[in-house]
């Protein structure tokens, strides 16, 4: 059988730990005392915020860590803000000619007969389900109402470049809003729309082809 340390997942996992862990490092004593187990490590802490990322709760990971719930949430909150925090895990968008030309090239090479010619990005949505905000937190509880998923949420607007890796996100509107109107709504439509000549996003028909946010052909075929 397989091991887990054979997955080239697990040398990404060494290399998130190893970047995170200034940040999130427990003092041993106090967190052996607190579960009365083996200490906490950073690789417990990145374990459980994945397994929790991932769909998993509290109560999954209570045996095999001996971690209070009070102290579960707040080595996963703790966890997520030192991967916001850094600069080295921080996404960038293609500003620079030598960037955007990187860029487009990495896309070229996905291309078998040069079709894919001077994308620096793909670019989509999705929405982040979410609790019924309460009217404290929002103006209006009503917009965050997805009629197509039909839930609560907030429309993600979201590009990656060729290996699926985030360069943008943002949260962009309510989950009512439509994906065109989030869009425009932030200052990357801007930026989209300021690409140099023969260089372009590509997106899906909800957004509006232009000279540099190409979508596909909705009409027929001549």
Request: hydrophobic share 40%.
């Amino acid at each position: 059988m397989m091991q887990f340390s054979d997955y080239t997942g697990w040398s990404v996992f060494l290399k998130l730990c190893s970047i995170i862990w200034p940040q999130v490092q427990v003092n041993e004593e106090m967190s052996w005392s607190r579960t009365g187990k083996d200490p906490v490590t950073v690789e417990m802490i990145l374990n459980c915020l994945l397994r929790w990322l991932a769909g998993g709760s509290y109560f999954d990971l209570k045996l095999s860590t001996g971690i209070s719930q009070a102290a579960f949430y707040h080595y996963i909150y703790k966890c997520m803000d030192a991967i916001l925090d850094s600069q080295d895990l921080a996404y960038k968008f293609p500003e620079t000619e030598q960037e955007l030309n990187k860029a487009a090239q990495a896309f070229a090479a996905l291309s078998s007969h040069g079709a894919i010619m001077g994308y620096v990005a793909c670019l989509d949505s999705f929405l982040l389900r979410i609790k019924v905000p309460a009217k404290s937190e929002t103006g209006n509880v009503k917009s965050h109402f997805s009629d197509h998923y039909q839930t609560y949420g907030i429309n993600v607007q979201a590009a990656c470049d060729h290996q699926c890796r985030f360069v943008y996100a943002d949260l962009a509107a309510p989950g009512g809003a439509n994906d065109i109107a989030a869009y425009r709504k932030k200052s990357f439509n801007e930026t989209v729309q300021n690409l140099p000549i023969r260089k372009f996003v590509i997106g899906d028909n909800v957004y509006v082809c232009t000279e540099t946010l190409l979508t596909p052909f909705s009409g027929e075929k001549k």
